[in-house]
């Protein structure tokens, strides 16, 4: 459990923050599927074209970096998470400019953030986590600098798998693994690092940042103590089922990117984009949320199978929308899309019922 100091943010006060960071999610899908051609308010259909930055930038810089600051536990940390979630809110109101510096002023907070925890314990996982929030902060320099999302994207995306790799590295610790795998997994984090970088001149940088998102998956798939935690129960078996569905989504998005679908304008593109984005972020999230959202909001969330229902739902969906995006099926792509955010939805109807039934455990007669 994470120890409030008086110079960090009370619990409560958080909340508007990560509130505001939803807000994002919400905006951020519809505007996904504005692309798509299903009508949604009109807001977010004027957003359609900044859906990468809602989801990414906004919600996910907005969760991430709150989720750091509470680790932090500084008060100027939280500038962070609620510059990122008023990025979110400029983008809607049609401000690029101004979200893009918000954007650009989060993810510098941020950084400093983990320098912080840096300075305090130097370990691999601590070096891969500050390594992947400089990633999201050139990531908003190059979409200040370019105008556009694409170039941005390689960053951005970087951000969140070298963030999830940082904190799944962090739990290896507690189990055996071979040096060797330890050097692997830094060659792997410099081959997407690589990548991106060599994509801002040459599309053929996306093929090697490919190569490190399918090694990556690997590297999970083997090391990671998920396989363990599989034969336990409850939650913990839940967490593991989440991570392992999740890496292999990061291995066909792998597969696929060495293919060229990365590349702007391919035809697998959005295949390639969503199993990485939906099927392997969105399967963390859904694992670590019971964890998460506890230790930033101080609320319990009490396991339930029911948990499974998002998760199905949102494997299914995937399946069908990459069925559409692959066979050239527009209509089952578009469908397998809107069953994507009725996952989404789902998962934030099962933590929100969690919630209520952990503050009627908390507070029924003994």
Known sequence: MIKVTIRDLPPLARLPILLLGMFSLIAGVMAGLARLGWS???PANAAAGVHGALMISAFFGTVISLERAVAVARRWAYLA????AASGIALLGGWLPLAQTLAIGASIVM???CAVVLHRLIAPFTLVLTIATTCWLVGNLVWLHSGLIAPAAPWWLAFLVLTIAGERLELSRFIPTPPAARYAFYLIVAGIIG???ISLWHADGLRLYAGGLLALALWLLRFDIA???????ALPRFIAICLLGGYVWLAFAGVLGFAGALENGHPWRDSALHALGIGFVFAMVFGHAP???PAVARVRIPYHPAFYIPLLLLHLSLLIRVAGSLGGSFSLLKHGALLNSLALLSFIISMLISVARGKKTRTAPP
């Not at 998470?81 to 990122?84: D, G, K, N, Q, Y």
């Not at 396989?227 to 129960?233: E, K, M, S, T, Y």
């Open 81 to 84: 998470p609620a510059l990122a």
């Open 195 to 197: 990548g991106a970088t």
């Open 111 to 113: 950084t400093v953030s």
């Open 40 to 42: 949604v308010p009109d």
């Open 291 to 293: 964890i998460i959202f």
């Open 227 to 233: 396989w363990r935690n599989a034969r336990l129960a």
